[in-house]
């Protein structure tokens, strides 16, 4: 089996790609891959942020991050992308930041790494 890595690079109003990226990490894990971490980069840091509120007839986001949470998967904030864009690094919730070098080394001990942009 395959150990995978996913990098996010959209933000929280790409629900298609959201949605997308729920699916493949169901399915790699019914497949019994490993999925290592999921880093978020660029405008996916948006997602960690605590100060957008969606209403009840959108998707989740929040919810759909705490599903794969909850899988085991480590959700990884790239700090630097989140500084730029004003997230408090402080206050991340589910997500745990980290450096690109931290995401580069885990790539590299990795099968696949799959890219949501």
């Known amino acids: 089996m395959s150990q995978f890595i996913?990098?996010?690079h959209c933000g929280p109003e790409d629900h298609d790609s959201l949605q997308c990226i729920e699916r493949f990490i169901s399915a790699a894990l019914q497949q019994k891959h490993t999925?290592?971490?999921?880093?978020?980069?660029?405008?996916?840091v948006l997602h960690a942020s605590q100060h957008f509120h969606l209403s009840s007839d959108e998707l989740q986001v929040n919810n759909?991050?705490?599903?794969?949470?909850?899988?085991?998967?480590?959700?990884?904030?790239c700090v630097t992308a989140a500084e730029?864009?004003?997230?408090?690094?402080?206050?991340?919730?589910?997500?745990?930041?980290?450096?690109?070098a931290e995401f580069a080394m885990e790539t590299?001990?990795?099968?696949?790494?799959?890219q949501f942009k």
């Open 6 to 8: 996913i990098s996010v």
């Open 84 to 100: 730029k864009r004003g997230i408090n690094t402080a206050d991340t919730g589910i997500f745990t930041v980290a450096g690109l």
């Open 64 to 77: 759909v991050w705490q599903n794969v949470h909850n899988l085991g998967i480590p959700l990884k904030l």
């Open 108 to 114: 590299c001990q990795s099968d696949k790494w799959v």
């Open 35 to 44: 999925i290592k971490c999921v880093f978020l980069y660029q405008e996916a």
